[in-house]
């Protein structure tokens, strides 16, 4: 399944919202520095998703705020 972010880096409250199947925006604290914000998102997306952190990886934008992930 793929998953469809907009992500909120150094946010002050963390928080997940579901836009509609698939879509989602993500809020988290890690600074989007070496790749600490998308690891965030991978933890957070995990919680949520109720699956293993990794089932879940990064297909698409590591470097933007409109990313692609795929959960398997």
């Known amino acids: 399944m ?3 972010v907009l992500s909120k880096p150094n946010s002050k409250k963390p928080r997940i919202e579901k836009l509609s199947d698939g879509n ?3 809020a988290v604290k890690e ?3 070496e790749n600490y914000a998308n690891q965030a998102i991978i933890k957070a997306l995990a919680d949520y998703l109720k699956v293993p952190p990794t ?3 990064l297909i698409a934008g590591r ?3 409109n ?3 795929e959960i398997i």
């Open 67 to 69: 990313k692609v992930f």
């Open 2 to 4: 793929k998953v469809c």
């Open 55 to 57: 089932r879940v990886s």
């Open 63 to 65: 470097k933007s705020k």
């Open 31 to 33: 600074r989007a520095i």
């Open 24 to 26: 989602f925006i993500v």
